[in-house]
């Protein structure tokens, strides 16, 4: 179990696109936005956790165009955040923060969970060989999946609140159209990171 956690934890501290989304979002719209985010990205994981328990996880690793349309629909849709972002970053805050409830970054937050390529990866090839085969039954997968959630959680967590520290500083208007560019750049290398990492030779 200790084993399984450590790995959890290396796992989401590496970059991806829950990371960059959560860390640029706190960034800009505080934390509260960001926490609105965790919930989103944690429901994503916790439904693609329960996807692999139940066996569709294989399924979608050996199925070669399943798997690619969900690995391009989730880099897609981090260049579209990307671009989202540097537009929005050119509006007045007020209006900004007025025109997307706290639904919104919810909801962006679980589809940027379900679109990524990373999570399902980790669901069906980590995890597997942390379930003791002398104890069969879906109650350690299921187990595994749920100490996973809440590792990443507390991560993101964490994440949300060291970023949201800078959003006094990103509110002015001149940092924030210098910051909305940055955080767009770094959306973008990390779809193209994704992409790269993320390619298989079937």
């Known amino acids: 179990m200790l084993s399984f956690i450590a790995t959890s934890i290396a796992i989401e501290v590496t970059p991806g696109p829950n990371m960059a989304y959560l860390a640029v979002l706190s960034a800009e719209r505080g934390r509260l936005a960001g926490f609105a985010a965790v919930l989103g990205v944690a429901l994503g994981l916790a439904t693609l956790g329960l996807l692999a328990v139940f066996g569709l996880g294989p399924l979608i690793a050996e199925n070669r165009l399943i798997y690619e349309v969900l690995r391009w629909a989730g880099i897609l849709y981090l260049l579209w955040l990307a671009w989202d972002g540097w537009q929005d970053a050119q509006r007045d805050i007020a209006s900004a923060v007025e025109a997307e409830p706290l639904l919104t970054y919810f909801r962006r937050g679980l589809l940027t969970n379900l679109l990524n390529p990373k999570a399902v990866m980790f ?61 767009a750049l770094l959306l973008v290398a990390i779809a193209i990171w994704i992409a790269w990492t993320t390619h298989r030779n079937w």
């Open 123 to 183: 669901y069906i090839t980590v995890m597997p060989n942390f379930v003791l085969s002398d104890r069969p039954g879906l109650g350690q997968s299921a187990t595994l999946a749920a100490i996973y959630v809440a590792v990443a959680t507390l991560i993101h967590a964490g994440i949300v609140v060291a970023a949201g520290s800078l959003e006094p500083l990103i509110a002015r208007p001149e940092n924030r159209r210098r910051a909305g560019a940055v955080f």
